[in-house]
């Protein structure tokens, strides 16, 4: 079973309902939770005129491939009746492979670790939270010292 880590994100509707609404269909969908950051209300990035977002992350365990997972997440969102629109822009769920063990995947349609996820304090406040000493195997550094670098900055 590979250890894995994703990140949660909703800024429309009831947030931190859809929030804990995707926990449940990743663990239908074979992934088990091992621990579950709190939620944190963060101001949307990238595209700032929306609704603030509730974030949070997860560590687990899946025997599903780095693209089966993918294509579970997808799944999940589209369940849930995320619609595709501006880059990001609001949405009901968004799910983020951010790490799969240790390993480097850059394709087209698949990246880990995730590429954003060392600039994105909505990532590494609940991701320091769980897992704080993670080592991320790109930049070499654990996520502790990533946050502490982007809150530096």
Known sequence: MAIIYIGIGSNTGDRQAHCRNAIERLKD?????KKASSMYETKPWGLEEQPDFINMAVEAETGL????LLKALKEVEKE???KETVRWGPRIIDLDILFYDDIV???EHLRIPHPL????????????EIAPDKIHPVL???IRQIKEELYSA
Do not use: C
Not at 29 to 33: C, D
Not at 65 to 68: D, F, L, R
Not at 119 to 128: E, I, Q, W
């Open 29 to 33: 969908k074979g992934i088990v939770i």
């Open 65 to 68: 491939s780095p693209e089966e």
């Open 80 to 82: 849930m009746g995320r």
């Open 105 to 107: 995947i850059n394709m």
């Open 117 to 128: 996820l060392h600039k994105r304090d909505f990532v590494l406040l609940p991701l320091s």
């Open 140 to 142: 070499k550094k654990n």
